[in-house]
């Protein structure tokens, strides 16, 4: 057993990305074309597609890092990773409170776009993003303290004071009272028109807004019937900000691409790689570790093993995962196959099913990209719909149509258990 110190299966770390030249060149080409065209009116969507754990968010990373090394004085990037964040809301929080904190960083080196009325408007709208139900005078408090700092009426502001009913004129013996409700689509509006103003204020600043795992709002959501529509209106809404103006650049897995909208015509589906890249992708990143332990996974074994996971692997994340786990828990001489071996990976990543119910539910599928219906799935797991019901919840089975959830693959992560020995071939 070896003890890994810096390697991190999920670590997207620009310069860990190996090979996606193809992908690489047609992204960074497409935002710098977006970016060359000076129209302040100009949104565009761009989305990177591919199964769980492809590569998007290391390629997409790497991309805007190399984006940002000519263009970061003339554009704020923002990035926000949608995994676990349940609502659009929360969302919508961070790319304000991301603007906010760009616009602070020029407002304060004197770059471009940093004007005190636009820093003003962002920091009314970090605050308002914040409540769910807010008094109308605190409202009005916020809104009189944003005018004094701007020193200007802004489409922002007659926004926020026409959606909620607020006059800036009234008198001051006059009472505000009652309270407004902020839900997500007049705080997305309200966003729309801060960015819209930092783009017609200054047409020499641009906006990339990066939305990783857009998927992943509400991953569970594909369960029932109410939940899609939730989380449909909901990821709907997000991409509804390349109408800010700004560049939107979405990464999102294959099977929830339906909900595209035509306006995101720019997209780019990654395949898988081959054994070769995926062992180069390995080595890049057992590089940093203690000169011991590369030399302990250096020998014959070794490089035995790393060859029989890239083969069985479809995906980087699912090759990196089984090998840390070897790595770390196998001694050896190992008798066993690679699957029986790997069955102790998949009793910590998929805990709340059975190893029994995997095999069963592994053996039903005909090879890494098939798919099968609903009702087979039932009758691998006995007909018990809770045992369904978790591996489904458990990404032990993805949908192949999130919108659509009655075919179903399996998680590239358990596909070792496809590997067949010579008597089952």
């Known amino acids: 057993m070896v003890y890994l110190s810096k390697f991190r299966p999920t670590d997207v770390r620009p310069e860990l990305l190996v090979d996606r030249d193809d992908a690489a060149e047609w992204l960074e080409h497409s935002i710098s074309a977006y970016l060359a065209d000076r129209d302040p009116e100009q949104g565009q969507g761009f989305c990177v597609l591919g199964s769980k754990g492809v590569g ?12 940002k090394e000519v263009h970061a004085a003339t554009t704020l990037f923002v990035e926000v990773d949608c995994r676990g964040a349940l609502r659009q809301r929360k969302v919508l929080k961070q790319v304000v409170e991301q603007v906010h904190a760009e616009l602070y960083k020029m407002n304060r080196y ?12 962002a920091a009314v709208l970090k605050t308002l993003a914040s409540f769910d139900q807010v008094e109308r005078k605190t409202v009005h408090e916020h809104l009189t303290e944003f005018k004094a700092a701007a020193g200007a009426d802004g489409k922002l502001l007659d926004f926020i004071a026409s959606e909620f009913q607020i006059s800036l004129r009234r008198r001051k013996q006059e009472a505000i009272e009652g309270k407004v409700l902020l839900d997500d689509d007049n705080i997305r509006e309200a966003l729309l028109l801060l960015l819209r103003d930092i783009r017609l204020a200054h047409e020499d600043l641009d906006i990339i807004v990066y939305l990783d795992n857009i998927d992943e709002l509400d991953h569970d959501a594909y369960w029932s019937d109410e939940g899609r529509e939730r989380v449909r209106a909901q990821t709907l809404g997000l991409m509804q900000l390349w109408r800010a103006p700004v560049g939107l650049v979405l990464n999102m897995r294959t099977y929830y691409s339906s909900i595209l909208l035509r306006e995101v015509s720019k997209r780019f589906e990654l395949l ?4 070769a890249t995926l062992e180069q992708i390995l080595a890049r990143r057992l590089h940093s570790e203690q000169r011991a332990v590369q030399e302990a996974l250096g020998n014959d074994l070794w490089n035995a093993r790393r060859s029989e996971l890239a083969g069985m692997a479809s995906t980087p994340l699912s090759f990196l995962m089984w090998f840390e786990y070897l790595a770390e828990r196998i001694k050896e001489p190992e008798e066993r196959s690679m699957a029986e071996v790997l069955m102790g990976f998949a009793r910590t990543h998929a805990a709340t099913v059975s190893q029994d119910v995997l095999r069963r539910i592994a053996g039903i599928f005909e090879g890494v990209e098939a798919a099968v219906p609903r009702e087979r799935l039932l009758a691998a797991c006995g007909g018990n719909e809770a045992l369904l019901s ?3 919840r458990s990404q032990i089975v993805l949908p192949l149509d999130f919108w659509q959830p009655n075919e179903f693959t399996l998680d590239p992560e358990l596909h070792f258990l496809l590997a067949r020995t010579p008597d089952e071939s």
Request: charge should be positive; avoid cysteine.
């Open 56 to 67: 998007k968010s290391i390629l997409t990373r790497a991309v805007l890092q190399k984006l």
């Open 272 to 275: 898988p790689l081959d054994d």
């Open 110 to 121: 004197g770059s471009p776009g940093a004007s005190r009325e636009l820093l003003a408007s």
């Open 390 to 392: 978790q591996a489904i």
